[in-house]
């Protein structure tokens, strides 16, 4: 990351994220955005205006990648450049809660 200062309301957002089970990961790729993972799905997270928001969409790691849910010819599945995991029903009702809790952090009511 750039030199980046931090909200104290961004520190308690990145604070409720470890503590609800997400860890941070860094891709060389986006140093800009804070990369949060859990069970597998990603999200990079854009700190500018003073607030935490997703950066374009959740994925799914695919190699040392974020795999984007798209439709292929054989159904859904999560794919990184030349790699892709398959979005079963199981992992698709996964990455649904992923977002639905990520969202619940970074807007709480």
């Known amino acids: 990351m750039n030199d980046l200062s931090l909200t104290p309301a961004q520190v308690a957002t990145l604070e409720r994220l470890l503590r609800a089970g997400f860890r941070f990961l860094t891709f060389e790729r986006y140093g800009a955005y804070f990369a949060v993972e859990r069970h597998g799905f ?3 997270l854009d700190p500018t ?8 969409q959740a994925g799914y790691l695919v190699g040392e990648g974020i795999g984007m ?3 292929q010819p054989g159904g859904k599945s ?12 199981e992992r698709l009702a996964a990455y649904e809660q992923f977002k ?10």
């Open 78 to 89: 999560f794919v990184f450049h030349d790699q892709s995991v398959p979005a079963t029903p």
């Open 49 to 56: 205006g003073g607030k935490l928001t997703v950066f374009s």
């Open 42 to 44: 990603v999200a990079l």
């Open 100 to 109: 639905k809790h990520l969202d619940e952090i970074l807007i709480p009511n």
């Open 69 to 71: 849910l798209v439709e």
